[in-house]
């Protein structure tokens, strides 16, 4: 009897790992002026990483953040209302960090460009949004970072190092939109790399050790 409840406990995880949503499939409650709570917190967090909100967060949705949202709608050509709806907080997802994702990628910025200039710091970030953004990789910070054999950090451990005060600036200014790299989808050191096939990549432009590349 202990076996089949056992049994009975792995399949319902099972399902809900499946059944469960990604954040990217979420519906998003609408946020408009009077809301609160971490919603709210986490919408100014997203804004102000990209540049548009400049306030103390304090999940109050007043009339800072709907200045904050309106301009980020303008810029990615959505309705300039000021709420943040659906649309809006898909296009957020897709262009923006919440402040794990914001951990995450200072994480492989550090760990996989420490000692590189710090052009060559946002490059790194830059090829991880680019891959969220693309399509042919998976639309989360976390689902590139984490996609099997994408980094070398990740395999070999370096990624669980704590990132510098400038692994943050550099992340930060990826998500701002600085991309060093002309859109690339790779990057590699050429005193190192073992493959033909990164070799047969265009080429885009070299920073420091690391070669990008579409």
Excluded at 1 to 7: A, D, G, I, S
Excluded at 39 to 63: A, H, I, S
């Amino acid at each position: 009897m202990k076996h089949w409840k056992v049994l009975l406990i792995a399949l319902a995880l099972c399902f809900v790992n499946i059944a469960g949503p990604n954040e990217s499939a979420q519906a998003a409650a609408l946020l408009k002026p009077g809301s609160t709570g971490g919603d709210v917190w986490d919408l100014q967090f997203r804004l102000k990483v990209m540049g548009y909100y400049t306030q103390p967060l304090d999940g109050q949705f007043g009339m800072n953040t709907a200045t904050a949202v309106s301009q980020f709608q303008k810029a990615y050509g959505l309705k300039a209302d000021g709420y943040a709806g659906n649309d809006t907080w898909a296009m957020l997802r897709k262009y923006s960090v919440n402040r794990s994702e914001l951990d995450i990628l200072a994480k492989i910025i550090y760990s996989e460009a420490r000692g590189e200039p710090y052009e060559g710091q946002v490059a790194v970030g830059a090829v991880v949004l680019n891959r969220v953004q693309s399509g042919q990789f998976p639309d989360t910070v976390q689902g590139v970072v984490f996609q099997p054999r994408a980094f070398t950090a990740v395999d070999d451990g370096q990624y669980w190092l704590t990132p510098d005060r400038q692994a943050y600036l550099a992340a930060e200014d990826a998500v701002k939109g600085w991309d060093p790299t002309n859109n690339s989808l790779y990057y590699f050191n050429p005193d190192t790399a073992t493959s033909a096939w990164i070799w047969s990549r265009p080429q885009t432009v070299k920073i420091g050790r690391h070669i990008f590349a579409k």
